[in-house]
């Protein structure tokens, strides 16, 4: 079983920055495609930055030119910093692992809030 652990979320002011971990336990780290989702209440689930196995990145029209996101196979993590931040950035963001073999796992999720 494939494990996500997401850490890094919390309260910050428009214009402010945050950067968020994801830690996945499991062999299979490194084949593996890396994104990170978030979903803001009342909207549909969607994708702000995906990385390959290979190093290619997307991202989101909404987070281009703020959000960054990279991986350290050697200590299975995906980053994502976050800079410039929106209220509208608001939102549980969840890290997703997509296996070679074709299954998605999840993370629980980390809260990030962007308020005056």
């Known amino acids: 079983q494939v494990q996500l652990v997401e850490s890094g979320g919390g309260l910050v002011q428009p214009g402010g920055s945050l950067r968020l971990s994801c830690t996945a336990s499991g062999s299979i780290f490194s084949s593996a495609a890396m994104g990170w989702y978030r979903q803001a209440p009342g909207k549909q689930r969607e994708l702000v930055a995906r990385?390959?196995?290979?190093?290619?990145?997307n991202y989101a029209d909404s987070v281009k030119g703020r959000f960054t996101i990279s991986r350290d196979n050697a200590k299975s993590t995906v980053y994502l910093p976050m800079d410039s931040l929106k209220p509208e950035d608001t939102a549980v963001y969840s890290c997703?692992?997509?296996?070679?073999?074709?299954?998605?796992?999840w993370g629980q999720g980390t809260q990030v809030t962007v308020s005056s």
């Open positions: 990385i390959s196995s290979g190093g290619s990145t």
């Open positions: 997703n692992l997509r296996a070679y073999y074709s299954h998605d796992y």
